[in-house]
């Protein structure tokens, strides 16, 4: 309990499994029964902690992942992460040892490159990229005799092929046309190398847009990313994507709070000048922490105490002042909400994306890694306190359950771990 509180002093993300195991959930039922996850942990898992992640999706089952570069990939093996691990990227020959070493699968970005694993002279496990129109790695579909000589390659073991789809709205006919064009390149790939007489490797092609979108495939693998975060909007009528739960939410302290003049300066440069007088809060958080400067001078805002609380001045490197003149009983050490919800009211990555002229996936990938990131255990909780006060009322009728909530924003969460 002691180390709960700690790892919360400043500023952290709290990471919710019972909206990841939903989330994992409502994709599944979209996907044939044979058709495997292989969740994006790339970027710290979107900037949610890839370590806790994936520990969590063990947990569950889940065996296959992938990540954008080896190092993502060493760091995962380091922490005991289980099944297979698949590097999106591009990997330096330099590195091709840590591939050996680390149990690690590499994608062929082309042939050039397959020729160069090739050359290690140790076998390699290889899921070959294919480019079906988004120009950026990938053996291009068109190039037969190219994507033949990577699975002639005698150094290299192919468990996989795959593609990517690069138009996202599922809604503008010219994108649902060019999603079409790429499966079919794709399939057109796939009974090329079956023709030769080649045994098809595993496929996949879907994120978490194909998930929802293209999910009838007959592919062995998906791959979600934000979806499985809950951090996804796209306009599909009649999906169930309003299922998903956003896993992530951020908190932070309240450092300071005191009573400023009209005419007061706040914060840099000037940026604020109390109109009247007024109370503020200094956040503990602040743009080094992940939080867009963007949200300066009052377009963004946080959550105090389940009300909205607007950015005065220019966001800080490690702090952030907020106006609370109309929130009753603020005091240091309470805790503001960033992301997520507090009350009725909700603050979420893609209201913060609006706010900041970017997109929702910019904003949870480049999180700080100096934000703790702690594991609910709310959802079982609730599990183990009904089945605990069942036997303890048998025992002693007088017995109540415990009703605290772990996610009180005026003070810490009792039932939170770090990882």
Known sequence: MKDAFLNKGRAWIELDIGCLRNNVDVIKKLLPDDCELMPSVKANAHGHGAVEICRELNNIGIRAFCVASVLEGVELRKKHIKGDILILGYTHPDHFSLLKRYDLIQTVVDCEYAEKLNMYGKKLTVHVKIDTGMNRLGESSDNEKGILRILDCKNLKVTGIYSHFSAQNNGDIAHRAFTQEQLEKFKHVLTMIEDYGYKKPKTHLQGSFG????????????????????????????????????????????????????????????????????????????????????????????????????????????????????????????????????????????????????????????????????????????????????????????????????????????GVRKI
């Open 211 to 414: 998930v929802f979108s293209v999910h009838d495939l007959d592919c062995d693998y998906a791959r979600p990313g934000m979806a499985l975060y809950g951090v996804y909007k796209n306009v599909i009528p009649g999906s169930c994507e309003k299922e998903l739960r956003p896993v992530l939410s951020i908190k932070a302290r309240i450092a300071a709070v005191k009573t400023i003049r009209a005419g007061d300066a706040v914060g840099y440069e000037l940026a604020f000048i109390a109109p009247r007088d007024m109370k503020i809060a200094s956040l503990s958080i602040g743009y080094a922490d992940g939080l867009p400067r963007a949200l300066s001078c009052g377009k963004g805002r946080v959550l105090v105490a389940g009300a909205y609380a607007p950015i005065l001045g220019n966001i800080c490197m490690d702090q952030t002042i907020i106006d609370v003149t109309d929130i009753e009983n603020v005091k240091q050490d309470d805790i503001a909400m960033i992301i997520g919800k507090d009350g009725e009211a909700e603050i979420s990555a893609y209201d913060i994306a609006e706010q900041a002229g970017t997109i929702p996936n910019e904003i949870v990938g480049r999180l700080s890694s100096r934000l703790n990131r702690c594991v609910s255990n709310h959802h079982l909780q609730i599990i183990k306190r009904s089945s605990s006060f069942a036997w303890n009322k048998a025992l002693n009728s007088s017995a109540e359950p415990e009703t605290k909530s772990v996610f009180d924003t005026r003070n810490a969460c009792a």
